[in-house]
């Protein structure tokens, strides 16, 4: 049998990377689609640094805001791999944080297109293609920010928050046809990016989460590795939330 694909869009960022390899390790064929703003060079050295670690992952340019990127990217994937994806990860996305009394059209904009209008984009690219194999894992990711929202995040909270809608509607739709959505929604994640804040800062932020601490991209990784198993085809439409206990509901 032949190696199921999954695309990680973001997938050369710091949660994007944890997550392409719990996918490799768990024997899928991967390909980290990014954008990188049309930075080929360094979506290549990613490749690379992978592949130094034992990690053969594939990559595939793609602007998720633009419909016909998304297709070209799904189409670059096939080329790549001789095969449709089955399972697809929607993790790219971005922050314009500010107040809502400050926030401008632009920021709101670009935030809702860049998380919730780039699912539409990529999924529905999929969509029918899995439909058709009678198998396919749509994985969304959200945050903990869409559950409790967050000072100066009125669009990033709205956009992911979205997301769920967005998969608990899709759940329903494909069910019957060997289909699975669901969404991850992290917490504080301990990416390189936020290992650059302040220690201070970060032990203030541990510090009012249950666990005591900021959570790891690996285990991120983890959920969505399960969820994309074979085994996983009785959980659809839900939501996991990975936030060490930082809101539950």
Same mark, same amino acid.
């Given at each position: ?6 695309? $990680?869009?973001?997938?050369?960022? &710091?949660?994007?990377?944890? %997550? ?23 979506? =290549? ?9 034992? +990690?053969? %992952?594939?990559?595939? +340019?793609?602007?998720?805001? *633009? ?10 994937? =096939?080329? /790549? ?5 089955? $399972? ?22 670009? $935030? ?16 029918? #293609?899995?439909?058709?194999?009678? +198998? &396919?894992?749509?994985? *969304?990711?959200?945050? $903990? ?10 669009? +990033? ?24 959505? *669901? ?5 504080? %994640? ?19 989460? #249950?666990?005591?601490?900021? &959570?790891? #991209?690996?285990?991120? &990784?983890?959920?969505?590795?399960? /969820? ?22």
């Amino acid at each position: 049998m032949s190696q199921k694909v999954a695309l $990680v869009t973001g997938g050369t960022g &710091g949660l994007g990377t944890a %997550i392409c390899r719990s996918l490799a390790d768990a024997g899928f064929r991967v390909v980290a689609g990014y954008n990188s703003g049309g930075n080929h060079d360094k979506a =290549k050295a990613w490749q690379e640094e992978q592949k130094k670690d034992g +990690y053969e %992952i594939d990559v595939a +340019y793609g602007d998720v805001t *633009n419909a016909e990127s998304c297709a070209q990217c799904v189409a670059t994937v =096939k080329e /790549l791999t001789g095969s449709d994806i089955s $399972v697809l990860v929607n993790n790219a996305g971005i922050t314009r944080d500010g107040t809502f009394k400050k926030m401008s059209w632009e920021q709101w904009d670009e $935030v809702l297109t860049a998380n919730l209008d780039s699912m539409f984009h990529m999924t529905r690219t999929v969509i029918n #293609p899995m439909l058709d194999q009678g +198998y &396919g894992r749509v994985i *969304n990711i959200s945050s $903990v920010n869409a559950q409790k929202g967050q000072f100066g995040q009125c669009n +990033y909270s709205a956009a992911k928050a979205g997301i769920h809608g967005f998969t608990k509607a899709l759940a329903q739709e494909v069910a019957s046809k060997g289909v699975t959505v *669901n969404t991850v929604s992290p917490g504080y %994640i301990l990416t390189a990016m936020v290992a650059k804040i302040d220690d201070e800062v970060l032990q203030k932020i541990a510090s009012s989460i #249950p666990v005591k601490r900021l &959570g790891t #991209p690996e285990e991120i &990784g983890r959920t969505v590795s399960f /969820l994309a198993d074979e085994q996983s085809g009785f959980i659809t439409g839900a939501d996991f939330s990975v936030n060490g206990g930082m809101h539950m509901f």
